[in-house]
């Protein structure tokens, strides 16, 4: 059983920064794919950020340069550095994972999910 559990959301001013944390446990760390996604109230649910189990990232354009997807396999650990945040990044942020290889923002591509952490943005 994989368990996803976000941590580091918060209420920053435009312009700042947070750091995103998914301490991940089960069997598909570090050999399958995983993705931060987000949901603003009134919006569909988005890919944000992936990364494969080759280490390739893919980032939506809304986040290009701004946004860093990374993984810390020793601590069992994925994260999401937010710099230059705006106010139209406010949303609950959630990590998933799946047990397949390539880096997608489908939802349909992810099978496991954390519960979110809330980030909001003032300007």
């Known amino acids: 059983q994989v368990q996803l559990v976000e941590s580091g959301g918060g209420s920053v001013q435009a312009g700042g920064s947070l750091r995103l944390s998914c301490a991940v446990s089960?069997?598909?760390?570090?050999?399958?794919?995983m993705a931060w996604f987000r949901q603003a109230p009134g919006k569909e649910r988005e890919g944000v950020a992936c990364?494969?189990?080759?280490?390739?990232?893919t980032y939506a354009d809304s986040v290009k340069g701004r946004f860093t997807i990374s993984k810390d396999n020793a601590k069992n650990t994925l994260y999401l550095q937010m710099n230059s945040l705006k106010p139209e990044d406010a949303a609950m942020y959630y990590c998933?994972?799946?047990?397949?290889?390539?880096?997608?923002?489908?939802?349909?591509?992810?099978?496991?999910w954390g519960q979110g952490t809330q980030v909001t943005v003032s300007s």
């Open positions: 990364i494969g189990s080759d280490g390739s990232t």
């Open positions: 089960g069997d598909t760390y570090g050999s399958g794919r």
């Open positions: 998933a994972a799946d047990r397949g290889h390539l880096c997608g923002l489908r939802e349909s591509s992810y099978k496991y």
